[in-house]
């Protein structure tokens, strides 16, 4: 049987790495499809290097566009790959719109599909990454789910048990395998960082593309500047719109190109405080112990408040916040990390596919 794993995005990358892995140590015969969602060096190839991850065996290039845009080439480029490879499952990852055409083609070919991270939701349709996750769990046949929260979402949207498994967090396995490469000392001397700094990562639509949001969530980093100085590894979204806003270079303030996986969260080992409206960067920190704020009026992981360091914020709260943040560190409520964030999910997703394989009854 052919697996292949459809990636497009920087947290795909993040992702994939373990299950990948997991795999070849099963002997599975596999390949990556990388669709282009994400080209610049930083964004792909450096994660690749980081990570380990083998190179693909096509890159669609589809690039960046409006949703309709993006997700339309997506599809055009995927269904040939599919066509082509004949693949006896594809494996999806997370909620970026690569994600969302992927499961589509496959389900109109009736390709089987498995969805890496399924389960999280934010319950704000606003949220594109919220569409994408509805549509892949409600197509995907086997959801891979990383937190017992998943469970129930998807048991309250009639979702048969049966496809469902709960794996833990393949970006925690990451996470694990790139410890002991974690070093602050460099990147904080490259930089000139003092002893006590904050990370700051801001990419999401809601914050970043309407000028008025981004001129208050601005206003709220440099505050935050005033108490620790900050670094910006800045995603490409949003970064005119930002710079307009007064995001720019100054005492306080360091803005950087995006880093490398190892390199980033070297930094964030070392800081203080982390500001951030990711997804992942939620879990990082709280597996690190580095006290979170995140920009943003929900989130689809809410484990990370509950088990982990991570607080939700305003830009009117987030310098508050920022200040208790810095006096009380890393306190985390439960004292408990979350369930099976353990490092081992990779191997456990691998299980479930190669069984999944083999019950498939498909020719060697
Ligand atoms: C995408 C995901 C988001 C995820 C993020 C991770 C969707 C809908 N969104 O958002 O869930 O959190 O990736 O980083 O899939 N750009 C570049 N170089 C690149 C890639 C993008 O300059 O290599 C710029 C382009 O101006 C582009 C913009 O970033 O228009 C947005 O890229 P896109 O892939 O559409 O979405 P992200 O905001 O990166
Ligand atoms: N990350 C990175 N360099 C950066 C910013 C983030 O390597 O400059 C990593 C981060 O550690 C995490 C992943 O990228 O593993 C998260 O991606 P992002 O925040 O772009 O997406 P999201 O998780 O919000 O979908």
Not at 26 to 38: C, E, F, N
Request: hydrophobic share 45%; aromatic share 4%.
């Amino acid at each position: 049987p052919l697996v292949l794993h459809v990636l497009g995005a920087r947290p795909n990358f993040v992702k994939a790495a373990p299950v990948v892995r997991g795999l070849a140590g099963l002997g599975v015969r596999q390949g990556i499809v990388h669709t282009g969602q994400h080209y610049d060096a930083l964004m792909s190839d450096v994660f690749f290097a980081d990570l380990g991850l083998p190179d693909p065996i096509a890159n669609l290039g589809v690039g960046s566009g409006s949703h309709a845009r993006q997700t339309a080439a997506l599809l055009t480029g995927l269904e040939e790959i599919v066509l082509t490879h004949r693949p006896d499952l594809v494996v999806v990852y997370g909620d970026v719109n690569s994600t969302l055409a992927a499961i589509l083609v496959c389900a109109k070919l009736h390709v089987p599909t498995a969805h890496v991270e399924a389960g999280l939701r934010s319950f704000d349709r606003e949220m594109p990454e919220e569409v994408n996750r509805v549509v892949t769990d409600a197509l995907a046949d086997i959801l891979l789910v990383t937190s017992p929260d998943g469970l129930s979402h998807l048991a309250a949207e009639g979702i048969a048990p049966s496809k469902v498994h709960l794996v833990g967090n393949p970006m925690i396995d990451s996470l694990f395998s790139a410890l002991p490469k974690l070093d602050p000392a460099p990147i904080k001397q490259r930089l000139g960082l003092p002893e006590r700094y904050a990370v700051a990562t801001l990419h999401r639509p809601g914050n970043v593309d309407d000028p008025e949001s981004a001129r208050e969530l601005v206003e709220a980093v440099l505050a935050v500047g005033e108490q620790v100085p900050i670094v910006v590894p800045l995603h490409p979204r949003g970064r005119e719109r930002l710079a307009e806003a007064g995001l720019v270079n100054g005492a306080n303030l360091t803005i950087i190109d995006p880093l490398g996986y190892v390199e980033f969260l070297s930094l964030v080992r070392g800081a203080a405080l982390v500001v951030t409206d990711s997804g992942g960067v939620q879990e990082e920190t709280t597996m690190l112990g580095v006290p979170c704020l995140t920009v943003r009026p929900n989130t689809e992981r809410p484990i990370t408040i509950t088990h982990g360091t991570n607080r939700l914020v305003t830009p009117a709260t987030l310098p508050a916040a920022a200040s208790k943040a810095l006096a009380d560190g890393a306190a985390t409520p439960s004292g408990e990390l979350p369930p099976l964030w353990d490092g081992a999910a990779g191997p456990r997703i691998a299980r479930v596919i190669e069984a999944w394989l083999r019950g498939g009854n498909l020719s060697p």
